[in-house]
């Protein structure tokens, strides 16, 4: 078995990785933000984006392909004709060209960015060949900035998208029909106008499906990260919390030898001076024995809970009789009163935490206070309740009980109330703390009665 000061070593060691780490984590809080949620999202929307691209070309294909027939048999000025024409066959064929090059490399925001933004500006030219805001290419101007915002939310390239729109808009307002491009026969232009819409609806529906499908991709993977990380986090509290009760287990037996060697020594000192001065060092070896106690008792894990039956009014009174002695140093009347009820529980462990609740009570009053423990039935709980009379905690420090090193006495280290809260947690139950200034303190721990129906403890 590892000696104490090996077992030191290995707490050193493994505290000072985890100051490391943590002061890692705390300076590289914007790294862990983007690596958890903003690069998954970015990964996602160029993989979707990447697809969106890759098949518009079959899509925009087909509704540009479309367009030409009507126009072609259609009434349309030989010049609108073959501007229109133009303008389709250089925006399908840029698409093709641009789905074969990401075919190659990888698709960035910015190339995404640019590509709706050029394609918008293509449907605006084909808008403004084809008579201006009556031209039935307008539907295809809303699933660029669709996407877009899809795609980008509300970051920056979003509002460049619509801005641009707007501009669009404006323009095919303010010059209406050109003189060589008028409107469009009614009959091209309910043809036209159908595949446009057509078209935009299936790029939309490729578009914003596609990102909704990789948001909760998004959300599946930080659900698996978050989980990841909570059995890492609890897996080194563990470790931690097992090395430092054995620790603790270990400097406690050379505790115990040197408390007993020194009142050994004590019996055979004639100078009451050095009698004085021994019994001083066994109250400060008993001192650190309670605090090693008190943390070996709060590190202890839930299975080695051991349920039975406990009558808690009996274990009450075994803990005024512990508190026998210390309540008559300092002249404080401990009561004990209430209901005859047994619950299914560890009893040493529910003995420790109500032992630890009454001594933090005694140790706050002044002479002459005196300490209440009750016991009853609240609906289908039992309610243990410690209540002393003394000068009361402050708000802030009532919110604060239950910290490590939080205590209303001076130089107390918080690890009875610490204990408490353990054990009542670890029975399925609460603990809560009552107080103001001036008007005591009373801790209530309420227990499920566990095992079958609440019974009363028999007579």
């Given at each position: ?88 066959a ?21 190339w ?12 605006g ?146 100078s ?88 933090n ?25 410690i ?17 490590p ?41 309420e ?9 009363a403890?028999?007579?």
């Amino acid at each position: 078995m590892p000696t104490p000061h090996e077992f030191l070593a290995q707490f050193r060691t493994l505290a000072l990785s985890e100051n490391r780490q943590l002061s890692a984590r705390r300076q590289s809080t914007s790294v862990v933000r983007m690596s958890s949620f903003e690069v998954l999202q970015s990964r996602e929307r160029l993989r979707v984006g990447q697809r969106f691209l890759r098949l518009r070309p079959r899509i925009a294909g087909l509704g540009a392909l479309g367009n030409a027939l009507v126009l072609q048999n259609s009434p349309v000025p030989a010049l609108q004709k073959a501007a229109l024409g133009l303008v389709f066959a250089t925006a399908i064929a840029s698409f093709f060209a641009e789905a074969w090059w990401l075919g190659r490399r990888p698709l960035t925001e910015r190339w995404l960015l640019n590509s709706l933004g050029l394609t918008l500006a293509a449907l605006g030219a084909g808008a403004l060949l084809s008579g201006g805001l009556t031209s039935p290419i307008l539907p295809l101007l809303f699933a660029p900035v669709v996407v877009g915002f899809a795609a980008f939310a509300r970051a920056r390239p979003s509002w460049l998208l619509l801005g641009e729109a707007l501009v669009m808009f404006s323009v095919l307002g303010l010059l209406g029909p050109l003189g060589a491009f008028p409107e469009l026969p009614t009959t091209a232009l309910r043809g036209m106008l159908w595949l446009s819409a057509t078209a935009s609806l299936a790029l939309l529906a490729l578009g914003v499906i596609g990102l909704v499908d990789a948001h909760a991709r998004i959300a599946a993977e930080l659900d698996r990260l978050r989980t990841d990380m909570l059995q890492e986090a609890e897996h080194r509290a563990a470790s931690v919390e097992h090395l430092g009760a054995q620790v603790a287990h270990e400097v406690k037996n050379p505790l115990a030898a040197a408390r007993g060697l020194v009142q050994l020594v004590e019996r055979h000192v004639e100078s009451e001076r050095d009698k004085q001065r021994l019994a001083v060092v066994v109250t400060e070896v008993d001192r650190a024995l309670a605090v090693l106690q008190d943390y070996l008792s709060f590190a202890r894990p839930l299975s080695d809970l051991k349920l039975g039956a406990v009558p808690l009014l009996a274990l009450l009174e075994d803990v005024a009789g512990v508190l026998e002695a210390r309540a008559h140093d300092k002249g404080v009347t401990v009561r004990i009163s209430g209901e005859k009820l047994e619950i299914f529980a560890d009893r040493q462990r529910l003995r420790d935490a109500v032992l630890n609740l009454a001594l933090n009570a005694i140790t706050a009053l002044p002479r002459g206070g005196k300490v209440e423990l009750n016991v009853a039935r609240i609906q289908a709980r039992a309610r243990l309740t410690i209540t002393d009379d003394g000068p009361g905690i402050s708000a802030e420090l009532l919110e604060r009980l239950g910290q490590p090193f939080t205590s209303a006495t001076e130089g107390g280290t918080g690890l009875g109330v610490m204990l408490a809260e353990s054990v009542t947690r670890q029975h399925g139950g609460e603990l809560r703390f009552e107080s103001a200034p001036g008007q005591g303190v009373r801790a209530l721990i309420e227990l499920p009665f566990g095992g079958a129906e609440p019974r009363a403890e028999a007579s």
